[in-house]
């Protein structure tokens, strides 16, 4: 059985600097994967690869068997058609750290764009999927409210219902509580805990080390572009084996 | 005011009022005109490629630099003589057309770079194409964003729009000098004059409040 999520050899540039340097990573339906490390390590740079958001320059991502964003024709690499990258990117949903909603459209109407939109679902089909996700994230009652109107931990739970309504295969979630008030930041963890329970594929970018701890089936340690250590949670956080884990851990705080 | 000027009034105005129509047909047209031309100005100027911007920047950056009285001028007699020759309607129009046309690229330009990177970031990640994301997200916000000052830029028109009075276009400005060469009374009509272009603003700037509310996103 083919997995979810196959990374190889993935690298990444900004002009002369490398972020990526040769990441490989696969990851099976259903795993709940948390990425952490410090900043510039390159674990945001790689979750925004798999959705082609940023462009890399080698290396592949599969979804389910399905090459993302480039294919190699006679030896050459080259970006695939844009219709075919945006219809890829729906293979996947993103929670972003600044929520990026719509602003002048309703919780609803935020679920239901890409509804009606990609999926070609009709306005009452894409409705009653909203209602029903909306409901997922406690929300049921902010349906028509606007982004204007709801606190950030609101907005961010109405963001993660934008993306999971699109039924994708695999979730990303780029530190999607680093934006909000402290108080506000229990309220999403427990509807990204919600979804694990469900089963749903997971990858997590996060600085909630607590959180990583008990929502992953694994974690990987981002380090300076590379992968410096994975493993389950247990190990990870309890003994770590690298020098650099140990370090980055005590100075991060486990709350 | 005495009855003379009344008088007056009622004899000038079929000239007048033709004066009236010919100067909200102007603006009308170059305004429409102008808009159409410079979204297309803004959106090349935020997403064409290099070379295309470099042009596009060329052309709003000379029209901007350039007096409107100048490129109505120039519209009227330079373009005749290489050939393409237009009645001073449509030069007139022309010109003002262009200058509006790369007024409202700005606008366009400015209320589109001002819209977060992570909107099309978001709907990228639902799986929008290009021209959706456009349709449904940055057109709809860069839209309220620009709305106020394409107000003003409409304003500016209907008064640069007495210019072609120069190339002698019966707009209301030079219908209102002859009736004043006729009559001596240029306090009263140049008031008259002045008093119906303000009515003519106020109400698109009346217009331009309303779609304002009722565009306006609560928050």
Partial sequence: ?255 | MDYAFIDQLWVARIPLLKGLGVSISISLASIVAGTVLGVFVGLALVYAYRPVQWLVRGYTDFIRGTPVLVLVLASYYVLSTVGIDLGPFQAGVLALAVFCSSHVGELVRGALQSIPKGQTEAAKAIGLTFPQTFAYVLGPQALRQALPAWVNTAAEMVKASTLLSIIGVGELLLRTQEVISRTFMSLEFYFFAGFLYFVINYGIERFGRYVERKTAVPS
């Fill in chain 1, 1 to 255: 059985m083919t997995n979810l999520l196959e990374i190889r050899d993935l690298h990444k540039r900004y002009g002369t600097v490398e972020v990526l340097k040769g990441v490989d990573c696969s990851m099976r339906q259903g795993e709940v994967i948390s990425i952490i490390g410090s900043s510039g390590s390159g674990k945001t740079t790689m979750l925004r690869c798999i959705n082609m958001l940023e462009e890399f320059q080698g290396g592949t991502i599969s979804i389910d068997g399905q090459e993302i964003g480039y294919e190699t024709a006679g030896g050459a690499r080259r970006r695939k058609p844009e219709r075919e990258i945006a219809r890829q990117r729906a293979l996947t949903g993103m929670a972003f750290q600044q929520f990026n909603l719509f602003p002048h459209m309703t919780a609803a109407g935020n679920v239901m764009l890409g509804l009606i939109k990609v999926k070609k679902m009709s306005r009452d089909q894409a409705r009653a999927l909203a209602e029903k996700w909306l409901d997922r994230v406690g929300l049921l009652s902010r349906i028509d409210h606007y982004p204007g109107q709801l606190s950030g931990g609101q907005q961010q739970r109405v963001a993660i219902a934008r993306a999971i309504a699109m039924n994708p295969k695999l979730m990303l979630f780029d530190e999607v509580t680093s934006a909000l008030d402290p108080e506000l930041v229990n309220e999403v963890l427990q509807v990204i805990k919600a979804l694990a329970e469900d089963g749903m594929s997971m990858l997590i970018v996060t600085h909630e080390m607590r959180f990583a701890y008990e929502v992953s089936s694994r974690v990987i340690f981002m380090n300076q572009g590379r992968i410096g250590e994975e493993g389950n949670p247990r190990e990870m956080f309890l003994k770590p084996k690298t020098e650099r884990l140990a370090e980055f851990l005590k100075t991060s705080t486990f709350n």
